[in-house]
């Protein structure tokens, strides 16, 4: 069964203090892996998708990575409004289109 | 353009009633995803549509929950003789359906049952 483990579970860092959260995973054939954005009484809102080791994607302030085993959100620089859920999901090559969600790391930014 | 619309947004119910939750995916996305997502939880795989059909129903918790999809667009997510333990947030998703492809979610229906 595919797993994915985030952490830490939650994160509070100043405005500008760079960090980066980590998703582990372990897949039956990684077919790819997502990273979302969930702000409180919102679905998630799709962020990155990497499809093999070594991939790198970037959006602004976020950056991420991703090995054979775990992927990295980068946050640098962050701001006030970088303040929300990060999950990590993963597709694995099975016949379905099957996303297995870790269960997120809560992002707090303090001005 | 629309995003993926859920309704209702909230719904209170009684202990036993049945309830229908919708979702009105992006126009031309083949794909419709049903999760559910409580308090402090992932989001758990209730079930996958491909067009009007369920390959995968592998995630529906018991025999009181059920889905279709008509027309390969609009989904209903109906749960009968609710329980307590139903009380949650049910997020449906979309996609084009190929493989990879992202999904994009609605925000959900908050369901809680008294």
């Known amino acids: 069964e595919d797993q994915v483990t985030q952490s830490p579970e939650a994160l509070r860092l100043q405005e500008g203090e760079s960090s980066s959260l980590n998703c582990s995973y372990t897949?039956?054939?990684?077919?790819?892996l997502f990273w979302y954005r969930q702000d409180p009484g919102k679905g998630p809102e799709f962020l990155f998708t990497l499809y093999s080791a070594g991939e790198e994607k970037e959006k602004e302030r976020l950056k991420a990575t991703l090995t054979k085993k775990e992927s990295f959100l980068h946050i640098t620089a962050p701001k006030p409004e970088d303040s929300a859920t990060y999950l990590c999901?993963?597709?694995?090559?099975?016949?379905?289109?099957?996303?297995?969600f870790g269960t997120g790391t809560k992002l707090q930014v303090i001005p | 353009g629309a995003g993926v619309s859920q309704s209702p947004s909230n719904k209170v119910t009684e202990k036993g009633k049945d309830v229908e939750l919708r979702c009105d995916p992006i126009s031309g996305h083949t794909a419709l995803y049903w999760y559910r997502q409580s308090l402090g939880q992932g989001l758990e795989f209730l079930i996958y549509?491909?067009?009007?059909?369920?390959?995968?129903k592998s995630g529906l918790p018991s025999d009181r929950f059920s889905a279709e999809r008509t027309g390969g667009s609009v989904s209903t997510l109906t749960i009968q003789r609710t329980q307590q333990e139903d009380s949650a947030v049910y997020l449906c998703?979309?996609?084009?359906?190929?493989?990879?492809?992202?999904?994009?979610f609605g925000d959900g229906t908050r369901l809680s049952i008294l």
């Open positions: 897949v039956s054939g990684l077919r790819g």
């Open positions: 999901a993963v597709l694995n090559s099975g016949g379905y289109q099957k996303v297995t």
């Open positions: 549509f491909q067009g009007n059909s369920a390959p995968d």
């Open positions: 998703a979309s996609s084009l359906g190929g493989s990879n492809q992202p999904q994009h």
